[in-house]
């Protein structure tokens, strides 16, 4: 393991999720000791599947987790966008030896547990982090010296600086922006079945997309192909607010009654749902003040339709571990090259994402453009389109093209 000096410089590190342990990790391989603080009685992982990108792999090797989160991956043969209404295929994007050649690292399935214990079993092998669980911040406060968080018990915890990695509700957010997110009135329901209740004719080696009419089916595998990731999005017939409860499986069905009874018949295999009732957050041109930052979802909570919302909090750590390099500690300084490296691409995979979702939602006449996108389109011309996207490499990361 990277374990350099101890420079004597403390970092609080809000949130224990994927985003904050890759930020303590980057940041401990710098020498900076992490004090990392979750409210959860316990650090762990919620949800199902996730898509891992040769983005996500390339910040991965920079952590040092890359191994690690391979042997817990699914590596898949292709992407593929099909018409959940006839089934015909839109798009097929190969991700095989073609793309790792392109990229330089696979595209890969692996669910949310197994990446966060990759990058876990790192952070607790490092003598510079610490954590508390059972904590949960509600002021922050800061000055010439360092900062100050202060948890619900009224403790004080101090420190050179402060990284929010707290999620989709961050409490570091809100004592730095304050702004309020946008809820897009599109719910997902997520849900991992065993193989054998897994639709034999739905069992592929990739991720698949059925887009329908304002709704969305994916599958892949995962865990060696033992089980299958389902996710179901639809456009709410109610009014939502942004959160996280136990879904209906009636609810579900009352979304896709004209798709076709290929896809649709992996609606029933679930015994449980989460129901995931979604926002994003207008990008901002600052997010760092004094210092304090924040990172991953708490910086730019994104819609899933570019796969893209973990792949981006890794590349946020790597570049905040970068830019403190860089600054040589001056973490006010460190701050304001992470974000001037990070608010232009993660807004660009923001946007990126509700072009998406616009696309794989067509009805009338947009499904009749939609479904002649991609007609003969090469597999050169797939990776030329992704390369700003898949193509990040850490040793630019600092850099505003840091794909080329």
Not at 335 to 363: N, S
Request: net charge neutral; aromatic share 8%; glycine share 10%.
């Amino acid at each position: 393991m990277n374990t350099p000096q101890d420079t004597g410089r403390k970092v609080l590190i809000i949130g224990g999720g994927i985003g904050g342990l890759a930020a303590a990790l980057a940041l401990a391989r710098k020498g900076i000791r992490i004090e990392l603080l979750e409210q959860a009685e316990q650090i762990g992982e919620i949800g199902a599947g996730i898509q891992l990108a040769a983005n996500a792999f390339a910040a991965m090797d920079a952590l040092g987790v890359g191994e690690a989160a391979r042997g817990r991956a699914v590596f898949t043969d292709y992407l593929s966008l099909r018409d959940a209404i006839d089934t015909h295929e839109i798009a097929r994007v190969d991700v095989g030896t073609r793309y790792r050649e392109r990229f330089g690292n696979p595209y890969a399935v692996i669910h949310r547990a197994d990446i966060h214990l990759s990058i876990l079993e790192a952070v607790q092998d490092h003598p510079l982090i610490s954590f508390r669980t059972a904590t949960r911040v509600e002021k922050l406060e800061q000055d010439g010296r360092g900062v100050t968080v202060i948890d619900q018990r009224g403790e004080r915890h101090h420190a050179d600086a402060v990284v929010g990695c707290d999620g989709v509700r961050s409490a570091v957010r809100e004592a730095l922006i304050g702004d309020a997110p946008r809820v897009t009135g599109h719910v997902v329901y997520r849900a991992v079945v065993e193989v054998d209740n897994m639709p034999k004719d739905l069992q592929v080696n990739a991720p698949v997309v059925w887009a329908g009419p304002n709704c969305h089916l994916v599958h892949y595998p995962l865990r060696g192909g033992q089980q299958y990731n389902l996710v179901v999005t639809f456009h709410s017939r109610e009014q939502e607010s942004w959160g996280v409860r136990e879904g209906s499986k009636e609810e579900v069905l009352s979304y896709f009654d004209g798709i076709h009874a290929l896809p649709h018949q992996m609606l029933d295999r679930p015994t449980s749902w989460k129901r995931w009732a979604t926002a994003d957050r207008e990008p901002v041109e600052r997010w760092s003040f004094g210092r304090a930052t924040i990172l991953g979802d708490a910086a730019h909570p994104m819609t899933q339709y570019v796969a893209q919302g973990a792949c981006q909090a890794l590349e946020d750590a790597v570049t905040l571990g970068a830019a403190v390099e860089a600054a040589g500690n001056d973490f006010e300084a460190a701050f304001r090259l992470y974000e001037q490296a990070r608010i232009p691409r993660t807004a660009r995979v923001l946007y990126a994402a509700r072009d998406m979702g616009r696309v794989y939602h067509a009805k009338g006449v947009d499904r009749m453009v939609r479904n002649t996108l991609w007609t003969g389109r090469t597999q050169a011309q797939y990776y030329d389109a992704l390369q700003w996207l898949h193509g990040w490499r850490a040793e630019r990361c600092l850099s505003p093209t840091p794909w080329l």
